[in-house]
């Protein structure tokens, strides 16, 4: 066990969800933490700390959540958000826009992005991101570890995706292409420096090809063969647009779905980023190999790309997780904004009691968790789980009045942690991260982005 000074309670809690299989939501509540772990929940009088000492927080009656989870991002496009050449187009013309002024980006470039990525997703309540970096330009090497550097600086609970592209085309030019060589050689040494499979680890890794209209069957296979020998996660974007149905119909002979599993992507440690345009019988098999689906409404409305069928996944037995997806498309990394637009999103395909607050939380929470390998330890707030804890005030201007305050989280404006606290350890206290000079932060990331904008 560790020392007292590792210890943490948490008291006046007012609403406590703590995302079990019960789904409770406790009022009145406290959590006691331990060297990075849950150690006692509780509701009514909390433990006496005067005499065993660590430290003690107040919530102040505020609502505390899991730590979010975060399953699909590109913390780079922050460097071109609301980029105005792209701001009114659909996914592939999009991309075609949005790649060349990266041409020059550098370790540094993606530390800094990192670091903004991570700021903006802790202040909204998250805990564990991924991010999926597929840019690889011959001017830039580390990117990936410098992705691991931030998150190390941040505190933040970090899955690095190895992206990769191995085919140029009118989308992706020739400049961002790797070998399979490469990318294999790349993916196994960061496996072997950062890749942590512990419970409560701080650092994965998974493998990452970019989609369908940019990686091969070698790539795809070879990515599948090494995630299943080395147990990594594995993730591509899928399902997007119709337009890259039409591509695999025309380049590949068949479906994505069918390509992917000719490939060996047909197991349980695949999310895919979007699926939004499967048929009944692809979602079908899809929870049948109990695959997940990175939902990202945000960006799917900002491209126009469509409304991927949530609950049809959720009983065909898949995971449904949520992600931000790149700030290029977002254009913001907000997590609990994520989860209101998704219950907002379900709604409008299927009316007013397609999602619930708790079935929207659910997807940032315990299915984020499901879908990037970490049931066992991320996403609820149980004895013997990780201590990951967002902590939101109970009422502020733009939820003053409301009946429920615990709906009001989402049925009202988005707002930011007060408290946030990953693997034990305080991270925002009193709504402002600790130990970031954000205007340092931010000066350095506008200088970048003005750099890489004019690029163009
Ligand atoms: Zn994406």
Known sequence: MGSSDDRLLIKNIGYLATMDAGRSLRRDAWVETQSGWITAIGSGKPPEYKEVGGKVIDAGGGIALPGLINTHHHFYQNLARAYTPATDLPLLPWLVCITPPFRGLTADDVFIAAKVAMAELMLSGCTTTVDHHYLFPKSGSGLIEAEFSAAVEMGMRFHAGRGSMDVASEIIPEWAIETVDEIMNDCQQLHDRYHDPARGS?????????????????????????????????????????????????????????????CGWETDRVWLAHGIHFDSGEIAHLGQRKMGIAHCPCSNMRLGSGVCRVSDLQKAGAKVGLGVDGSASNDSGHMLNEARQALLLARVTRGAGAMSTMDAIELATTEGAACIGRRDDLGSLEVGKCADLAIFPAEDLFSSGAENVFEALLLCFPRQVQTLIINGKVRVEEGRIKNLNLANLLAKHRKIADRIQNRG
């Open 202 to 262: 701080m650092n994965r890794l998974f493998l990452a090809p970019s989609a369908l209209t940019c990686a091969s069957h070698t790539l795809l296979t070879e990515s599948a063969r090494m995630a299943a020998s080395l147990d990594l996660g594995l993730h591509t974007h899928c399902g997007e647009t119709r337009e890259e149905d039409q591509y695999a119909l025309e380049h590949l002979g068949k479906r994505q779905l069918p390509f992917l599993a000719e």
